[in-house]
């Protein structure tokens, strides 16, 4: 979250000294300098870097204040360097379009919870190919049973043939999150998922695998939260567990946001209070066969009242980050931690080079593998609140240093530590 004789006989004795060497874990790795995206047509209260979404070397950044329907921007990896590869913009009736943001391969959905065509807040969600460096809009996603003030689109998040967005306002706020698939170049409502008090209020998709959030979920108490975890079985989407934390309480809010990978699930609960008011938790669950169990609680080493450390999380192979947007006055930072066995360690704690109090850095991240990205949507970088996103391309292993001492021996001629460290959507997923 270090161990550190003399003994003579009758018998001639040999002073013999022996240098000791002990390898241990450093205190911490240094945090590495990131990359900062910033659009070349940034302007005040754009909110760039509100949704993100990293697959491999490729970015989606969110940006719903731009203009007067929002947008997103596509950056691409060429070695240590981060270029703009596209600008999404909104083709819609919308005024929130990249409030959320999902990429997998040459797929990208975008939601926008504000698209007004059936109603104030219907909301929709766009799908984006991508031929080359060239990228076209290939469908606009909308429920079947739409109606004003479901918030489609509040969440997204896209893998393979398959696309979720979720609809917290659906049904008077019970909440719904749809499931579209592909077919050749055409994308399907497959089915829906309903929900209870705001379910879909985040979602993430890996292989065969979705997870869904409901914070508002009544499980221990009132907003203790939980989360879903959805199979496929063939065609159909089955459910396979309901997580809760092992200590949920009233008011948790466990599930605002929600990661996925593998065999693993990652789970905030940023109004958690163990180290004070809001001070924030997030859950690790383990799938082995068909059960899921909750591996381990992670909260940040230097956890304080108010950082909300959980607001947003991702989780990828065996790295995960969590973001506490709220922590030093609203500065924000993100606490990356690494598993080893089934413990998991905070390895670093991130925080923007330039930003300062309400930037609000860590409010969104995504990972994948062993690249970071950290949205600063509140960040005045070319105005208020105009947004930053700061990309870590590597996070450093904790390094082994070997510890010497000597000891001096009267031989008879014959005899860990964790890392000082701020989602759907990218993490979001």
């Known amino acids: 979250m270090i161990p550190r004789g003399n003994r003579t006989g009758r018998v001639a004795v040999a002073i013999v000294v022996v240098f000791v060497g002990l390898a241990v874990t450093t205190a911490g790795s240094a945090q590495p300098q990131p990359t900062k995206l910033t659009p070349a047509d940034a302007e005040a209260y754009d909110y760039f870097g509100?949704?993100?979404?990293?697959?491999?070397?490729?970015?989606?950044?969110?940006?719903?204040?731009?203009?007067?329907?929002?947008?997103?921007?596509?950056?691409?990896?060429?070695?240590?360097?981060?270029?703009?590869?596209?600008?999404?913009?909104?083709?819609?009736?919308?005024?929130?379009?990249?409030?959320?943001?999902?990429?997998?391969?040459?797929?990208?959905?975008?939601?926008?919870?504000?698209?007004?065509?059936?109603?104030?807040?219907?909301?929709?969600?766009?799908?984006?190919?991508?031929?080359?460096?060239?990228?076209?809009?290939?469908?606009?996603?909308?429920?079947?049973?739409?109606?004003?003030?479901?918030?489609?689109?509040?969440?997204?998040?896209?893998?393979?043939?398959?696309?979720?967005?979720?609809?917290?306002?659906?049904?008077?706020?019970?909440?719904?999150?749809?499931?579209?698939?592909?077919?050749?170049?055409?994308?399907?409502?497959?089915?829906?998922?309903?929900?209870?008090?705001?379910?879909?209020?985040?979602?993430?998709?890996?292989?065969?695998?979705a997870i869904v959030g409901n914070y508002r979920d009544y499980g221990s108490s009132s907003y203790s939260g939980a989360a879903y975890i959805y199979h496929l079985e063939g065609t159909t989407w089955t459910q396979q567990a309901k997580l809760a934390p092992s200590d949920g309480a009233q008011d948790d809010y466990f599930g605002l946001s929600v990661s996925l990978c593998d065999e693993y699930a990652i789970v905030g609960s940023y109004w958690d209070d163990d180290a004070g008011e809001k001070s924030g938790s997030s859950y690790i669950f383990h799938r082995d066969g068909t059960t899921w169990t909750q591996q381990a609680k992670l909260t940040a080493d230097d956890a304080a009242a108010g950082d909300c450390f959980g607001r947003s999380v991702s989780i990828s192979d065996d790295r995960a980050i969590v973001g506490a947007y709220m922590d030093d006055a609203e500065c924000g930072s993100a606490y990356v931690f690494l598993r080893d066995g089934t413990t998991w360690t905070q390895q670093v704690k991130l925080t923007g080079t330039d930003t300062q109090a309400g930037d609000q850095f860590g409010a969104s991240v995504s990972l994948s593998g062993e690249a970071v990205v950290v949205g600063a949507s509140y960040h005045d970088g070319v105005g208020a609140r105009s947004g930053s996103v700061y990309v870590f391309d590597t996070i450093p292993e904790p390094t082994s240093v070997l510890l010497f001492a000597t000891c001096g021996l009267a031989l008879p001629r014959r005899r860990r530590v964790p890392v000082e460290n701020p989602s759907c959507r990218g993490r979001s997923r």
């Not at 997998?104 to 975008?110: E, L, M, P, S």
């Not at 919870?113 to 104030?120: E, I, R, T, V």
């Not at 509040?154 to 719904?176: E, I, K, L, M, R």
């Not at 879909?200 to 998709?205: E, F, H, I, T």
């Open 50 to 209: 509100g949704s993100v979404s990293i697959r491999g070397d490729s970015a989606i950044i969110g940006s719903s204040g731009d203009g007067v329907s929002g947008s997103a921007y596509v950056y691409q990896r060429d070695g240590a360097t981060w270029t703009q590869q596209a600008k999404l913009d909104s083709p819609g009736y919308g005024g929130s379009f990249g409030n959320s943001v999902s990429l997998h391969g040459d797929t990208a959905v975008i939601g926008d919870f504000a698209d007004s065509y059936l109603g104030q807040y219907t909301g929709a969600a766009y799908i984006f190919q991508r031929n080359g460096a060239s990228w076209t809009l290939q469908t606009k996603l909308i429920a079947m049973d739409a109606s004003g003030e479901d918030a489609f689109g509040s969440c997204v998040s896209v893998w393979g043939d398959y696309a979720f967005v979720t609809a917290p306002g659906h049904d008077n706020y019970q909440g719904a999150t749809y499931i579209f698939r592909r077919d050749g170049e055409t994308w399907t409502q497959h089915a829906m998922l309903d929900g209870y008090g705001d379910s879909g209020s985040s979602v993430s998709v890996w292989g065969d695998y």
